[in-house]
Structures are given as C-alpha cells and as structure tokens.
C-alpha cells in the first residue's frame, strides 16, 4: 500500500486551501492557483496531482454553478441560490483541505470533471 509523505500530505492541502484566493483575494484565483499546483507537481506525486486536479475541477464546477446562480438573480430566485453556491464552495474547500492534509484522497460532490 502507498502512503503519503508528509510534503505530498502539504502539497495536497495546498491544492484545495489555495482556491481560497479565488474566495477572497484575486479573481478567478480559485481556479488558477490549483491549475498552477496541479502543472507543477502532476508528474512528481500521484496523490497531489489527484488532489490538485479534483480541486481545478471543483473550482471550476462551482464557477458555473456562481455564473447560474447570478443569473437566476433576474428571476429572485437568485438571492438565495448566490450566498448557498458561495457557502458550498467555501466548506467543502476547506474539508478538502483538511482531508489532503490528513493524506486522504478527498472527492468532492457535484463535481464536473472536466480535467482528467
């Protein structure tokens, strides 16, 4: 059985943790800061190449379901649908970060897996 260093355990949680720029920093930081973590490390360790491209596609499932929801605003079904999206994005991607620190493999739900 395979287990998972202690630097691969780190890489892993900062995969998911650094969506959280996307949150509250930089936009669209969500998607390119796993984007850059899953092309710098995808070759050098199975585990956080997985974590970072599971976060890539839940970053970018959760920017369609924002742009969805924004949009829905026109029908007022829009302001519950926003803060739900953004809250849903936010919690997972911290049990994410929390699971890859533990060395778990963590798969997020409702996720579009566009990279594979």
């Known amino acids: 059985m395979y287990t998972v260093s202690k630097e691969e355990r780190t890489w892993g949680m900062l995969a998911h943790l650094s969506a959280l720029l996307g949150y509250l920093?930089?936009?669209?930081?969500?998607?390119?800061?796993?984007?850059?973590?899953?092309?710098?490390k995808k070759d050098q360790s199975q585990f956080v190449g997985d974590q970072a491209k599971e976060s890539l596609n839940f970053q970018i499932s959760c920017t369609?379901?924002?742009?969805?929801?924004?949009?829905?605003?026109?029908?007022?079904?829009?302001?519950?649908?926003?803060?739900l999206v953004y809250a849903f994005g936010l919690i997972l991607t911290?049990?994410?970060?929390?699971?890859?620190?533990?060395?778990?493999?963590y798969r997020y739900p409702f996720t579009i897996r566009l990279i594979n």
């Open 25 to 40: 920093v930089l936009p669209f930081g969500n998607i390119i800061a796993p984007l850059v973590v899953w092309l710098v």
């Open 64 to 83: 369609i379901y924002m742009v969805v929801a924004l949009i829905s605003l026109l029908l007022l079904v829009g302001f519950i649908l926003v803060p």
């Open 94 to 105: 911290l049990i994410g970060t929390v699971k890859a620190n533990n060395g778990e493999a």
